[in-house]
């Protein structure tokens, strides 16, 4: 907190009563409680005056860590925003390997297909030609 107009009014007036009761303690005169109280109060403001200035220490401080932190966090924000467009492109880039992928299955099994019923047809070929061979031959 910064000093006020009536922080200022107070150490005015109790001034000029320290600086008498100084004085007075200098001379070796022993104190009233009044001027205990005085002295009391002008320690007690000086205090509150230490410690209003390191709360604005503190505060000022507590701001300059927010602002680093917004700073940072913004920066780590746009980095996850370039992180999900590279995750977006690589999904699409998996999407489009998937399709390679089945229409490559599809052309593999066509092929075992027809390699199959082409070997299917030679096996049946060879049987009746043995099947006729063997029937020459019986009737020999």
Sequence with gaps: MDKTRVDDMLIEMITP???EIEEKFSRGEGLSQDDINTLLLKSQYNH??????KLN????????????????FVGL?????????????LESRFVGLEAKFELFTEKMEHSIQKALNRNMWSLFAMMGFFLTLSKVIDKF
């Design 57 to 72: 220490e503190v505060t000022q401080s507590v701001m300059a860590l927010e602002a680093k932190f917004d700073q940072k």
């Design 77 to 89: 924000e746009s980095k996850f925003v370039g992180l999900e467009s590279r995750f977006a492109e």
């Design 17 to 19: 009563k320290v600086k």
């Design 48 to 53: 509150i005056n230490h410690l209003d200035l």
